[in-house]
């Protein structure tokens, strides 16, 4: 059975063994935020909007400046594989 784990940073690692960590993700995360976002054909106004989050947060993540963690991950995850699905999903602002 693997053992991962979820750093702070964002990261996924397997523990070895022997106890030192491997990462499993070597993707940068500003470049694929930008590439999850590009790829929708969004700006980054539309596609904070689209997924509910302030475009500061959109423009600090494609910057290197913070990493999306937890649940903001998951989503970009979703976006990437199926996007007509995830942003069906969300549907329109209330």
Same mark, same amino acid.
């Given at each position: 059975?693997?053992?991962?784990?979820?750093?702070?940073?964002?990261?996924?690692?397997?523990?070895?063994?022997?106890?030192?960590?491997?990462?499993l993700?070597?993707?940068?995360?500003?470049?694929?935020?930008r590439?999850?976002?590009?790829?929708?054909?969004?700006?980054?106004? &539309?596609?904070?909007?689209? /997924?509910?989050?302030?475009? @500061?947060?959109?423009?600090?993540?494609?910057? !290197?400046? #913070?990493?999306?963690?937890?649940?903001?991950? &998951?989503?970009?995850?979703? /976006?990437?594989?199926?996007? @007509?699905?995830?942003?069906?999903?969300?549907? !329109?602002? #209330?």
């Amino acid at each position: 059975m693997m053992r991962v784990r979820l750093k702070a940073d964002g990261r996924i690692v397997e523990i070895a063994p022997d106890g030192s960590e491997v990462t499993l993700e070597h993707r940068d995360p500003a470049a694929f935020v930008r590439q999850v976002r590009t790829r929708c054909g969004l700006t980054q106004a &539309a596609f904070a909007e689209k /997924i509910e989050v302030p475009i @500061e947060t959109v423009r600090n993540w494609e910057q !290197g400046k #913070r990493n999306p963690r937890g649940p903001a991950r &998951a989503l970009l995850k979703l /976006i990437d594989k199926a996007p @007509e699905a995830a942003f069906a999903a969300l549907g !329109g602002r #209330r």
